[in-house]
């Protein structure tokens, strides 16, 4: 495992993370991230983690870095699926999340970057239709 | 890591391999996937292969069972991402992924999808705009 798959949806990208994020993992899949918002001129980056039972401060520093790189590239993001333990570690660890967008699950989060996003341009409303 | 997580995107469930798939992890995918198309009523199975470099037979026997129990629960399975060595692999071992069909990405997979399964009824349309 060298790297964490991501999937362009529309003008969203999905990453799903399954796996324990460790350094050169965390630094490839920032890397990746940016190089296929740039790539994809993505608006938003979804990121699930309803498969991430233990979460530590690597992790939310990580997930905080991913939601800045992204504002700098105009691309908001969005943490999906939290599972309520990893909440309330999370906060427990003091760690809040600040910057961090979250919602419930995938669908609230693709709803809650179309609102901040905006109305999409006439133009892209095509490939906006073509995933549904 | 116990489970591979389902996640529900409109009328549809997706889901990305990134791990080796063993016996026991490979029987619960299986089963969650099997509750989730009949607890969301869904009409297609994504499964997403982008991060698999490996494949050996006993990959294909799972994607081929997947579809196979979908079809069942008139549900369509169309596998995507699959990458070219991977596709060289299957070939030369002889598996041809019968009654499983293929996209190139998560886009085109949706959009295949969407062709097999036919329009969507009124009442559901409102579900799958949401999602974009």
Known sequence: MD???ILRMGGFLLVTIQVDL???LALT???DLMA???KMEARGVLIDISAVSIVDSFMGRILGNIAS???IMDAETVVVGMQPAVAITLVELGLTLAGVHTALNVEMGMELLRKKIGPIPDNEEDLYD???
């Open 29 to 31: 899949l920032e890397n």
């Open 36 to 38: 296929m918002v740039s």
């Open 3 to 5: 790297r964490i798959p």
């Open 22 to 24: 460790y350094d050169r």
């Open 130 to 132: 073509d995933i549904i």
């Open 69 to 71: 790189m992204s504002r």
